[in-house]
Each structure stands twice: as C-alpha cells, then as structure tokens.
C-alpha cells in the first residue's frame, strides 16, 4: 500500500478530477471562499490524479466518472486499493434518490449528482474533512454499488471480484450498462451473479471492454438481482440461527437428570400484554440489524390518517386486520409501520428484506 506524503504547510488539499477544464475552473473558483480551511487542486483524468496523489498529500478526492485514459471507476478502486484513508466524492448525472440509498452503503464513498451548487459540493467536503479530523475513514465500497455505478453509466466492463476469504475470482460482464452475464467457479448466469454479490470482502477490478461473444445469460435486472442476493443472504442467516437454537435444544434435552424440585406454588395465570407497535419495530431492528438500513423509530401524527385508510382498505377487501404495512415513495425512503395507539413508524432501505420484516411484525402481533 502506498503512502499518501506529508503535506509541509499543514493544509488540507482537495483534488478534483474531470476531464471539462471550464468545469474544473468553476469548481475552483466557486470553493475559494473556503482557502482558510482547504486548498484545491485538479486533474482532467484519473491517471494524472494518481500522479499527484503519489506526490500531495490528499484528504478528499472529488471525481467524474466518464473521462479519457483512466475513467471515474478505475481511480476510485485505484484510491481505495492504495490510500484507503482517502474519501472519495463521485460526480454523476443521477438523481438523488439513487445516490442517497448508494451513499448508505459505500462506507467511505460519496456522490454528487450533476448539476450541483458550491453550497452542496463544499457541505460534503467540509463533513468528510471534519472526519478526517476526527480520526480518518476507510475508503471502501461495496461490490454491489460498485456494479450500480457501472449500470448507471452505462458502461461495457468486465468486472473481476476476488474474495479475501478464498481463492475463487468472480466475473461480471456489462454492455452498455446492461448486465448480461457473471461466471463464478463452476457456477453461471444468475447464481453466479448471487454468489458474487454475497461477497462482502472483496478486491475488485475492471477492464473497460467486454468479449462480443458475451451473451445474455442473465434475465433480470441488476436491481432485482441486488434485492433476490439480499433475500437470500437473510435466509441463509435467518436458516442458520434456526439451525443454532435446534443445536441448543438438543444439548439441552440431553443434559443430566436434575433431582425433583419442591413443587412450586400454585400461581395465579397472568395475561400477557400484547407488544406496543414501537415494541414489535424494535424487535425488528434486533432480529435483522442496522446494516440493511433500518433507522430510528419514531410516531408521527401526519401519518396517522395514512394508517387509518390502510385499516379502512384492508377490511373492505375482507382481507382480515392490517397488522404492518410498507409504503414506497419517490423522493424519500420508504416507511415500514406498525398500527397502534400511537401508530410506529420506521425509515427503512429500499434493500430491506420486507418479506422477513413482515413475518416477525405477523408473529409478535
């Protein structure tokens, strides 16, 4: 791994990278009100930006992702293979939605989305700077974000996915952002593409080309395929804790006989209250974790009349009680709720295993 050098004048530098000169001049100017707390330097590709980052000190990197010689993609795994204490801001013409729910799980990588103001660009700069003081990031992104970027840009890659915990390589092949195949081991298609994503360790790299002989071996989109390896990975650990408590149970059934006990005396049965809708979403989180970007629980009385005609709905179709409900919006992340007095309500990722999130709602009711 390289080593960033130190910078002798103790300021902090930015590098922005983009192969448009008059956009790199305006970024320049627009971030000079802040020369007090970072200096700005710039590259029009990711091979010069490389080239200054072996010999500045660096503490952000801003970059483009479609640009000559070396795109956006390349430097980002370069930065992250080489000077993982270095977050990187990618600029991309996407919306907000989707750079909101990649930005949750990249760890230390940001996005822009194109056009953006000096007042957005400078809040993310300050923010990663400030955590740089604070102790460092490490600059790491994850296999399936990384594929949604090559999607988004539509670009015609080979990617190559090494686990750290075995030997095995993954291929993933793109044409013109569409993912057409993926090979891992003796495994093609779609449960290749499974067995990829659920790498959660891995060194990745890309080639920008991809074999004419390429067919289309996989029949779903790369958003499909991110939410069925998500399901499945939650199965599996889901199927694994089962295993542990039948485990458990045995061991248990087997122990040595225990002399008899004084019988106890008789108790009066005591009726179990049902759990709070908060209670039930707390359960949630404990069973399934934050890493899948449940957030914070909270009651909102504007939502209140949207639980109501959810109730409303569900006994006009016969269908029983509603018991849990999960509503999709555009701009916004989704919400999962729990009806009660009040009403619970949670934030949660578009990547969330809902199927699972309803089961336990289903159960605790």
């Given at each position: 791994m390289s080593e960033n050098k130190i910078n002798q004048t103790g300021t902090k530098q930015v590098l922005i990278v983009d192969n448009n000169t008059d956009l790199l001049m305006s970024?320049?100017?627009g971030l000079g009100r802040f020369r007090s707390q970072f200096s700005v330097l710039l590259a029009g590709d990711?091979?010069?930006?490389?080239?200054?980052?072996?010999?500045?000190?660096?503490?952000v990197v801003v970059s483009d992702v479609k640009m000559p010689k070396m795109n956006g993609l390349e430097l980002?795994?370069?930065?992250?293979?080489?000077?993982?204490?270095?977050?990187?801001?990618?600029?991309?013409?996407?919306g907000r939605e989707e750079l909101e729910w990649m930005a949750r799980r990249s760890g230390a990588v940001a996005f822009i989305g194109k056009p953006f103001s000096m007042r957005d660009l400078s809040t993310k700069l300050l923010s990663l700077l400030k955590q740089e003081s604070d102790g460092g990031v490490i600059n790491?992104?994850?296999?399936?974000?990384?594929?949604?970027?090559a999607e988004m840009e539509e670009m015609t890659c080979t990617i190559r996915v090494r686990s750290?915990?075995?030997?095995?390589?993954?291929?993933?092949?793109?044409?013109e952002g569409q993912l057409m195949d993926a090979r891992y081991g003796s495994?093609?298609?779609e449960d290749a593409i499974f067995m990829i994503m659920a790498l959660e360790q891995a060194k990745i790299e890309i080639q920008n080309s991809c074999s004419a002989t390429v067919q289309a071996r996989i029949g779903m989109g790369l958003q499909a395929v991110l939410l069925e390896a998500m399901r499945l990975k939650d199965e599996l650990a889901s199927d694994e804790s089962e295993k542990n408590d039948e485990v458990r149970a045995v061991k248990e059934s087997i122990s040595p006989p225990q002399p008899p006990a004084a019988r106890p005396a008789k108790?009066?049965?005591?009726?179990?209250?049902k759990?709070?809708?908060?209670?039930?979403?707390?359960?949630?989180?404990?069973?399934i974790g934050k890493k899948i970007g449940i957030g914070q629980i909270y009651a909102d009385r504007d939502w209140e009349h949207t639980v109501t005609l959810a109730l409303k709905v569900g006994g006009f179709f016969n269908a029983g009680p509603l018991q849990c409900g999960y509503i999709s919006r555009t701009n916004e992340d989704p919400v999962f709720f729990i009806p009660g007095s009040p009403s619970a309500l949670m934030k949660v990722d578009r990547m969330s295993p809902r199927d699972r999130m309803f089961n336990i709602a289903r159960q605790l009711k």
């Open positions: 970024i320049k100017e990711g091979k010069k930006a490389l080239d200054i980052l072996k010999k500045e000190s660096i503490s980002l795994l370069n930065i992250t293979n080489e000077y993982p204490d270095i977050p990187v801001i990618i600029m991309t013409a996407y790491s992104i994850a296999v399936g974000v990384f594929m949604q970027l750290d915990i075995n030997s095995t390589t993954g291929v993933v092949f793109f044409k495994k093609v298609g108790k009066v049965p005591v009726r179990k209250k759990p709070t809708a908060k209670r039930i979403l707390q359960a949630i989180q404990k069973k």
